[in-house]
């Protein structure tokens, strides 16, 4: 476990990618967000920065107190996911108020916000199943790191969307609302791509099944525009979500 003495500081670089993409998406409105948001920010914050105490304890002869945290871990891990689902029906509404008043939402069209629904479930499965994975394997040391380290590039796309989205329409700001929205998005999975693969690299996991359910994940989430504009798929999540 030599090799990942350095780690914990490494995972500070992605926890601090998250925190800027959020920052004023999330603390420009703070009072206007809902309960959800904030328990899942919340609860978001803190996964990642498990991930960064984590990999310390366990290669610093804090084995006890790693152990302890990875129990509480997984419960904080169930709330990542639950928090995520519970806000998905926010995205239905805006969706349905976009549909009812576009000047309202400028370039953020009834679509994108079913599109966001999909590639959010596809995400939170993937960290669900990347979590249950690291519990099955615990005792493959390496296998077990690197289904953990494999959640951040899972769960990175909206914060940091948000952030390139905000500077996008700094720099546009005379254009706006006819920008382009889906820019952001393969800028933003463009930089994950970038660090995923730069992380297992580093760790010789290139070829690990964490890193090709991450690619899938980074990769399924460019078609949020034609996932959105589906209609069938628009008339099941408006169904089972509801």
Not at 44 to 68: D, E, M, N
Not at 120 to 134: D, L, P
């Amino acid at each position: 476990m030599d090799k990942y003495k350095s780690l914990h500081l490494w995972m500070l670089i992605p926890m601090l990618v998250m925190q800027l993409g959020i920052f004023y998406d999330y603390w420009g409105d703070f009072t206007d967000n809902a309960w959800s948001v904030h328990i899942h920010y919340v609860t978001g914050s803190i996964w990642y920065f498990y991930l960064v105490i984590q990999p310390y304890f366990a290669t610093h002869g804090h084995l006890t107190k790693h152990r302890t945290n990875g129990i509480i871990g997984m419960f904080l891990a169930g709330g990542v996911c639950i928090t995520a689902l519970s806000m998905l029906q926010r995205d239905i509404v805006s969706a349905e108020n976009a549909l009812m008043f576009p000047e309202d939402f400028g370039p953020f069209q009834s679509w994108f916000f079913y599109g966001v629904i999909v590639v959010e479930i596809v995400m939170i499965t993937a960290f669900g199943y990347a979590v249950i994975m690291s519990i099955i394997q615990r005792k493959k040391l390496e296998d077990h790191a690197w289904w953990l380290i494999s959640t951040v590039f899972l769960i990175m796309m909206p914060a940091l969307a948000r952030g390139v989205g905000n500077v996008q329409i700094w720099i546009y700001i005379d254009e706006f609302p006819n920008i382009d929205i889906m820019a952001p998005l393969f800028i933003t999975q463009g930089a994950i791509m970038a660090m995923l693969l730069l992380a297992a690299w580093k760790y010789k996991k290139i070829k690990h099944p964490a890193t090709y359910i991450a690619i899938f994940v980074i990769v399924f989430t460019c078609f949020l525009e034609p996932l959105g504009k589906w209609e069938t798929m628009q008339t099941f999540l408006k169904t089972f979500i509801k």
